[in-house]
């Protein structure tokens, strides 16, 4: 038997995946045409669980796409028009960075210390740049930024667009969609599914500027995925087997409020441990910018090699660290399909640790 995962993606998966896996196949789910009435009800029916469970505004659309990076290049083909101004603190802003300036070299970044959280106030932006992007769970690092702050800058920055990478916490924390125009994750960290499929979130007000800058040609140009959506069908042949699987997620999940009150619960009790611990610390020492999904505990090379080679003898796998934080930092996912039993079992592991 494979040792139990706590790695931040791909990551555990529902223990129920089981079982719809055979109803998909039963029901000939997996053979569906992605033109077909079947397929149509389907994703009408997940975009309504989606929009109940996650409580996203009826009038936002969920795309489906092939990754969630894959979104980076989206969202700067198709509504960027000028350029965008990225704010970021690890490895995986950064990339998006990187993509979005190789398509639009004027794009623009601030890059922000792990430990501290934007200061909305304090920033400066030109006014060319019409879209503003963010890391608000960075994998990396195990950074957030909170809610709070992207209605902040939607506040002081009324006329740009804010898109908000969520790969690492939506479905695991509550997020104010309304805060932001764009949203986009993938499926195999929160979600607890296989990986193999994106999710892309766009308000009206992105959608008219998608129609403003009138991008096409592109398989993955937005406005020909949002002429197919608006027939409940998706502009390429599509994983049927991932959205039938995230309509039964979905569909079996507690409201988002719920499952906030309990990713919450969890992290706090991680966090003490780790706080009353001298062999371990916090990769991120600031708890308003540390993530509610991702811990990374930090140490010295040597033990974070020992550390890990504990936890596999005792049937556990620890996520490792990332980039530069590789050798000296673990990682733990804070996922909601990992069951109470599970999470125990980390949570008595490191206590083993003083």
Not at 48 to 59: A, I, T
Not at 121 to 127: K, N, Q, S
Not at 198 to 227: I, T
Not at 235 to 259: E, G, M
Request: glycine share 6%; charged share 20%; hydrophobic share 40%.
């Amino acid at each position: 038997m494979a040792n139990l995962t706590f790695a931040p993606g791909p990551s555990k998966v529902y223990d129920k995946l089981n079982s719809y896996f055979q109803d998909a196949f039963q029901q000939g789910i997996l053979s569906a045409n992605h033109r077909s009435a079947v397929f149509m009800d389907l994703y009408r029916e997940t975009e309504r669980l989606f929009r109940e469970k996650l409580d996203v505004p009826s009038d936002y659309r969920l795309l489906f796409t092939s990754s969630a990076t894959e979104n980076w290049e989206i969202i700067t083909q198709s509504i960027v028009q000028n350029h965008s101004f990225h704010i970021y603190s690890g490895s995986f802003g950064k990339k998006w960075f990187g993509f979005a300036q190789h398509i639009i070299p004027a794009t623009q970044a601030f890059v922000l210390d792990k430990d501290r959280e934007i200061q909305v106030d304090e920033l400066t932006i030109h006014e060319s740049a019409d879209l503003i992007a963010i890391t608000q769970n960075e994998t990396s690092n195990a950074t957030q930024v909170r809610n709070e702050t992207i209605a902040a800058l939607g506040a002081r920055f009324p006329d740009k667009m804010i898109a908000v990478d969520t790969t690492s916490s939506m479905a695991g924390i509550y997020l104010d969609f309304r805060a932001a125009d764009i949203w986009y994750s993938s499926v195999q960290k929160c979600f607890g599914m296989p990986a193999g499929l994106g999710l892309l979130v766009v308000s009206p007000r992105a959608v008219e500027k998608v129609e403003a800058k009138g991008e096409r040609g592109r398989y993955n140009s937005l406005s020909f995925m949002l002429e197919n959506a608006d027939r409940y069908q998706t502009h390429y042949t599509p994983n049927v087997l991932a959205i039938y699987l995230l309509n039964r997620v979905l569909a079996d999940s507690p409201l988002i409020a719920q499952i906030q009150e309990k990713t919450e619960a969890r992290m706090q009790k991680l966090e003490a441990v780790v706080q009353a611990s001298q062999s371990l610390d916090f990769v991120v020492s600031n708890p308003a910018t540390r993530s509610r999904t991702v811990l990374g505990v930090s140490g010295a090379e040597s033990f974070i090699k020992e550390i890990k080679q504990a936890a596999e003898a005792n049937g556990m796998t620890l996520g490792g660290g990332y980039g530069p934080l590789k050798p000296t930092s673990f990682r733990i996912a804070n996922f909601p399909a990992i069951t109470d039993e599970e999470f125990e079992k980390i949570v008595n592991f490191l206590t083993t640790y003083p």
